[in-house]
Nanobody, 111 residues
Framework: QMHLVESGGGLVQAGGSLNLTCAAS????????VGWYRQAPGKQRELVAQ???????DYADSVKGRFTISRDNGKKKVYLQMNSLKVEDTAVYYC?????WGQGTQVTVSS
């Protein structure tokens, strides 16, 4: 059974950077698409970025050029490097693999 743990969130000023990590256990990680999602207060959860088993990447328009998703299949980890953070990036960030969610990590960007 798969288990996901996100880490790396925190409080940062606008323009700053954070690097989130999603660590997986319990499955053959490399087979699957992994997505980073976020949910801001009062808003629906949205896809931020994803990487599939072939290494194809996809990003939401709002983060293109600022966020980079990468994966290390040997370590069963997926990363989200977030640069040039904006106040509107404030949310709880989750990773998802085949319908399994982690507990999320809070990202707060102050002005």
């Amino acid at each position: 059974q798969m288990h996901l743990v996100e880490s790396g969130g925190g409080l940062v000023q606008a323009g700053g950077s954070l690097n989130l990590t999603c660590a997986a256990s319990g499955t053959i990680f490399s087979w699957y698409t992994v997505g980073w999602y976020r949910q801001a207060p009062g808003k629906q959860r949205e896809l931020v970025a994803q990487t599939d088993s072939r290494g194809i990447l996809d990003y939401a328009d709002s983060v293109k050029g600022r966020f980079t998703i990468s994966r290390d299949n040997g370590k069963k980890k997926v990363y989200l490097q977030m640069n040039s953070l904006k106040v509107e990036d404030t949310a709880v960030y989750y990773c998802n693999v085949i319908g399994v969610w982690g507990q999320g990590t809070q990202v707060t960007v102050s002005s």
